[in-house]
């Protein structure tokens, strides 16, 4: 919908004067014969020439007003709508992120309880190791006593010697076998260890997180860590950890530092909501706050200190409210009802005081209504329709102490019915005296 009042470059509350006269230095600007090698003039004299139809009539520009205020408060609610599906979507995200930590949460307690499952198995071999070292230990002595009983004689030599080959080769028998499996097992491993690259931090954090540019610098941020506290001055300060092992590391390593040092997120914001709240100039004066209802059938009361036409007054957590969101705010603008008297400019009231020729001409004191009552003024003499006196501190306060202006417009108004006396000195000016 087309703006009217922005086409002939007015004002909404402008009056008829005002906009023939934005008319008037339009047509002229825009007139098609003075910009030939326009080729949409045409079109914007003729759009322009519409708008000043609807506008100078009062009962168009009354239809076309509320038209226009229908059109605006469609757009709002179409606004609104956008804001609540946006804060809808919103609300999802937070749920499909909480979902995944609390997924990556139970991967982590599955880890843990597989690293800790791992450990214990470690821990049982090493005990067996070590029970066989003693086992082997014990042994040792009562060989080594055999060789001393059998000196007695050569044949006992002899028996002993052999006794002690076969003693030889019956414990080489076993050892050999282990060492046997222990090469095979050795040269099992080996092609697999060389085949199977172990994952960089970079990886594993993709593997888990995706591929975001979050996880990745989380990745590379673990990694100088890891690497820092791995070595201090060029030595190991531990043996490194299994490759089995390493993925649950940096897991865990990453889980602690997100619940370590970083912040939790403040919770975010639901939409705003806009309203708007039609006040009278005597509301403006009175500073006082009005009820205006919003759609959802709340009603709520906008303070006016300070505020004129178009100033937005913002009601802080009187917005919409969703959960697990912080309660948005309240956006008033404040419109000024249309008055019939008088026309509000910033913290300016402007009213129009209609004076006869002689008073323009001689100059003259009388009182003009304003808004808080009758207004005492002086008009000088030789005054002008295009001419205003400015009487301070009988405007709009401005929630700094201070007021604006009543502004007295002129306007020189001839008789209702015509003076012979006027009119023969008027021809005389014009036309000169004859005798």
Not at 38 to 47: C, G, K, S, T, Y
Not at 159 to 173: E, R
Not at 353 to 370: F, R, S
């Amino acid at each position: 919908m087309r703006d009217f009042y922005s086409i002939l470059g007015v004002k909404r509350d402008a009056g008829a004067d005002e906009i023939k006269a934005a008319w008037r230095t339009k047509a002229k600007s825009i007139h098609p014969d003075q910009n030939r090698e326009d080729p949409n003039a045409h079109n914007r004299f003729a759009e322009m020439g519409r708008a000043y139809e609807v506008l100078k009539d009062p009962a168009k520009r009354s239809r076309y007003d509320q038209q226009r205020s229908k059109v605006e408060a469609l757009e709002r609610e179409q606004t609104i709508m956008q804001q609540r599906n946006a804060a809808r979507e919103a609300a999802e995200k937070a749920k499909i992120a909480k979902a995944n930590a609390e997924r990556i949460l139970a991967e982590l307690a599955q880890a843990e309880a597989e690293k800790a499952k791992a450990e214990a198995a470690k821990a049982a071999e090493r005990a067996k190791a070590t029970k066989a070292k003693a086992s082997a230990s014990a042994a040792k002595p009562a060989a080594d006593a055999e060789p001393a009983k059998a000196t007695s004689s050569p044949d006992n030599n002899a028996a002993a010697s052999g006794s002690t080959d076969a003693g030889k080769s019956q414990a080489s028998g076993p050892g050999s076998a282990q060492g046997a499996a222990g090469a095979t097992a050795g040269e099992a491993a080996g092609p697999q260890a060389g085949s199977a690259k172990p994952e960089t931090p970079e990886e594993m954090v993709s593997h888990i997180f995706g591929d975001s540019p979050e996880a990745a610098a989380a990745a590379e941020t673990l990694k100088r860590e890891q690497e820092a506290s791995d070595i201090n001055d060029g030595i190991p300060l531990r043996t490194p950890a299994p490759s089995i092992l390493a993925p649950i590391e940096l897991l865990s390593s990453f889980v602690r530092r997100l619940r370590g040092t970083a912040p939790p997120p403040p919770p975010e914001k639901a939409p705003d909501v806009f309203a708007e709240a039609v006040v009278a100039i005597s509301d403006l004066l009175e500073q006082k706050s009005v009820p205006i209802t919003l759609t959802d059938g709340r009603e709520v009361r906008v303070p006016l200190s300070g505020a004129t036409d178009g100033h937005v007054v913002k009601l802080r957590g009187q917005g919409l409210k969703f959960q697990g969101l912080l309660r948005g705010d309240l956006a008033v603008t404040v419109r000024i009802l249309r008055s019939e008297r008088f026309l509000v400019d910033g913290y300016d009231i402007h009213a129009v005081l209609p004076i006869t020729l002689e008073n323009a001409v001689l100059g003259c004191e009388t009182d003009v209504e304003g808004p808080e009552g009758p207004v005492k003024v002086t008009v000088p003499p030789w005054s002008n329709s295009d001419q205003s006196i400015r009487v301070e501190a009988l405007g709009l306060p401005d929630g700094n102490g201070g007021r604006g202006a009543l502004v007295v417009e002129l306007r020189v108004m001839l008789w209702e019915k015509p003076d012979e006396k006027v009119t023969d000195l008027m021809r005389l000016m014009r036309e000169g005296l004859y005798l």
